[in-house]
């Protein structure tokens, strides 16, 4: 979030518009999303979290992607943003928990 918010033009030209979300093995290091996925797998096989990697990492993803863009869009102030985020993330993973 703070990333979006610090680098607001690079955010906008990236997610300013739909993107996709495929996440895939073939792209490698390259692939934005392969760390989640592989964090989210460590959960998964520690039993904190339960459920399919690829629908926690989406839930994750469209969540952050509404929060950063309704404050870059100037609908949050930054403090609302910051204490929104730090509630959002923990919620969302609970609907993942074990």
Same mark, same amino acid.
């Given at each position: 979030?703070?990333? &979006?918010?610090?680098?607001?033009? #690079?955010?906008?030209? /990236?997610? &300013?518009?739909?993107?996709? =979300?495929?996440? %895939?093995?073939?792209? +490698?290091?390259?692939?934005?999303?392969?760390? /989640?996925?592989?964090? #989210?797998?460590?959960? /998964?096989?520690? %039993?904190?979290?339960? +459920?399919?990697?690829? %629908? #926690?990492? /989406? %839930?994750?993803?469209?969540?952050?992607? +509404?929060?950063?863009?309704?404050?870059?869009? +100037?609908?949050?102030? @930054?403090?609302t943003a910051e204490t @929104? =985020?730090?509630?959002?993330?923990?919620?969302?993973?609970?609907?993942?928990?074990?």
């Amino acid at each position: 979030m703070r990333r &979006g918010r610090e680098h607001r033009h #690079i955010y906008t030209a /990236l997610f &300013g518009g739909v993107q996709s =979300f495929e996440p %895939s093995g073939d792209v +490698g290091a390259a692939d934005p999303v392969r760390p /989640l996925i592989e964090a #989210i797998d460590r959960a /998964l096989s520690a %039993s904190v979290l339960s +459920g399919d990697a690829t %629908s #926690i990492a /989406l %839930s994750l993803w469209v969540t952050l992607h +509404g929060l950063v863009t309704l404050e870059l869009a +100037g609908a949050l102030d @930054t403090a609302t943003a910051e204490t @929104t =985020f730090r509630s959002t993330i923990p919620a969302a993973l609970r609907g993942s928990a074990a």
